[in-house]
Antibody, heavy 122, light 111 residues
């Protein structure tokens, strides 16, 4: 079964740091670009960051650029999001997602993790 | 403020049809495929439509998608109470501020 499982969320103070992980299974992780998408409480989906299969291409939303770092370890089938200088507005459920079945240009995320909650509060 | 514009809410009676619009620009919808997602309360989004109008395996043909110019539409026929959810459109964006963009979401209420 193709699966993504996030972990690492929790409560952190403003200005603090947190590292999220996404464990992939059931597919050849190293062949797929990966993405982080977040959803603030009661709000819509917001794309956060993307990384290509070999880490050659990395992209960030303006809202997190310079504070968040996406990375992956293909040997461990894992995706990461290092979040620094956290702000209250970063409070959200963070999902990892990928375009598994239909290819990158299909513009469709068909595999999502269950999400991990990040709360930034003093 | 989302890059793609969706109505905040739509409603219809069971058995009826509803459409949800998604408006963008030439930097996103106008030059890329559109996908649609259903999000039930407390769950992760689920892909409903990809490449404007294709349904993944297991998605009933009550769900349909279309695209024209810089707008896209999700259609749902034969509404069921289980269709009550939030629906999002999404696509690539060629602007400098975001690689991927989503609509603000539309809450579907089945009366």
């Amino acid at each position: 079964e193709v699966q993504l499982v996030e972990s690492g969320g929790g409560l952190v103070k403003p200005g603090g740091s947190l590292r999220l992980s996404c464990a992939a299974s059931g597919f050849t992780f190293s062949s797929y670009s990966m993405n982080w998408v977040r959803q603030a409480p009661g709000k819509g989906l917001e794309w956060v960051s993307s990384i290509s299969s070999s880490s050659s291409y990395i992209y960030y939303a303006d809202s997190v650029k310079g504070r968040f770092t996406i990375s992956r370890d293909n040997a461990k089938n894992s995706l990461y999001l290092q979040m620094n200088s956290l702000r209250a507005e970063d409070t959200a459920v963070y999902y990892c997602a990928t375009s598994y079945s239909y290819g990158l240009m299909s513009a469709a995320f068909d595999i999502w993790g269950q999400g991990t909650m990040v709360t930034v509060s003093s | 403020q989302s890059v793609l514009t969706q109505p905040p809410s739509v409603s219809a009676a069971p058995g009826q049809k509803v459409t949800i619009s998604c408006s963008g620009s030439s930097s996103n919808i106008g030059n890329n495929y559109v996908s649609w997602y259903q999000q039930l309360p407390g769950t992760a989004p689920k892909l409903l439509i990809y490449e404007n109008n294709k349904r993944p395996s297991g998605i009933p043909d009550r769900f349909s998608g279309s695209k024209s110019g810089t707008s896209a539409t999700l259609g749902i026929t034969g509404l069921q109470t289980g269709d009550e959810a939030d629906y999002y459109c999404g696509t690539w964006d060629s602007s400098l501020s975001a690689l991927w963009v989503f609509g603000g979401g539309t809450k579907l209420t089945v009366l």
